[in-house]
């Protein structure tokens, strides 16, 4: 993990230290490429005593485990696009909620069309569900209930006195619509900027934040590697940030710390991706790996056992 630190004090925002916890641990940081080292798309945010959790890519229950809780413990979770790599292990968070003793319905927040998408998903496997809750007797089906609640338009979706959750609306076409996500506790911000090509409307939403979590894709001249047509990889690249354009959201931002995630290719080179927003950005800039987490009431980011001020 390489990090470049700027002189801005991390902390300057004053306010009360709220009790409790506010920090991002990245459970995913990869596409829908697997890859051993970076799963499906998914983070968890910890706010006071909450647990939420923004998509549930390919191995989000592990990566929970991973970072000390399971899918019982989440409050609520958020959906930024309808994009495969974003939602496939929704029904593996489900029903292993269920093993894991949850009593409590799941809350799950998305763009119009994930209430058909959820209704779908149980259907698939209502009839193997039933067998299973007939056979296994466990305490609580309370985890198969799901409150679904579609969003449009960037009203809060959360704003209560300790914690604030706002979507942003990205661009993402041909997806539409297609959101990020800033959340707001102990008077410090939060980005995560979803999937989007470069948006003004998320440097607007973003400005002076703590922490962009932000997408990146690295596309440079030359011949495509593996199955990929250049005319592909082009299209593919035309709806995400480029590593080359994802320092200039950061410094047009003026955020404290860019930490980049949804890392396409998965191997990219990480000197490489460093090199790219630096051009642009001279804040700290965190390439982010699978149960890196960021503690935005301390500034500090840890990885496995080792912790570093971003300050
Ligand atoms: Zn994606
Ligand atoms: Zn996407």
Not at 226 to 255: I, P, Q
Request: net charge negative; charged share 25%.
């Amino acid at each position: 993990m390489r990090l470049y630190l700027c002189r801005a004090p991390w902390v300057g925002h004053g306010g009360a230290v709220m009790n409790g916890e506010f920090s991002i641990t990245l459970l995913g940081t990869g596409c829908p490429v697997a890859s051993t080292e970076r799963f499906g798309p998914a983070s968890l945010i910890r706010a006071g005593a909450r647990q939420f959790l923004v998509d549930v890519g390919s191995g989000v229950t592990q990566r929970l485990i991973g970072a000390d809780t399971n899918g019982a413990g989440i409050d609520a979770l958020f959906v930024t696009h309808i994009h495969s790599d974003h939602l496939v292990d929704l029904y593996q968070l489900i029903i292993t909620s269920w093993h894991q003793s949850r009593d409590r319905a799941h809350v799950v927040y998305g763009p119009p069309g994930i209430a058909k998408f959820v209704e779908d998903c149980m259907d698939m496997w209502r009839a193997e569900r039933e067998l299973r809750i007939a056979f296994e007797r466990r305490s609580s089906v309370r985890a198969f209930d799901i409150e679904v609640v579609e969003f449009s338009d960037e009203t809060p979706l959360i704003d209560e006195a300790d914690i604030k959750v706002t979507p942003v609306l990205v661009d993402h076409r041909p997806v539409e619509p297609a959101f990020g996500f800033v959340f707001e506790a102990d008077g410090r911000k939060l980005v995560l900027s979803g999937d989007t090509r470069y948006c003004g409307n998320l440097i607007d939403a973003a400005k002076g934040a703590e922490l962009l979590v932000h997408e990146v894709f690295v596309h440079r001249p030359g011949p495509v590697a593996g199955t990929r047509t250049e005319e592909g990889a082009k299209g593919v690249a035309s709806y995400h940030t480029l590593s080359s354009e994802v320092g200039r959201v950061a410094h047009e931002a003026d955020v404290r710390c860019l930490a980049l995630t949804h890392i396409v290719p998965p191997d990219a080179d990480r000197q490489g991706l460093i090199d790219d927003a630096r051009r642009d950005y001279l804040g700290p800039v965190v390439v982010g790996e699978d149960l890196m987490r960021f503690d935005l009431v301390t500034g500090t980011v840890t990885q496995g056992n080792t912790t570093f001020a971003l300050a």
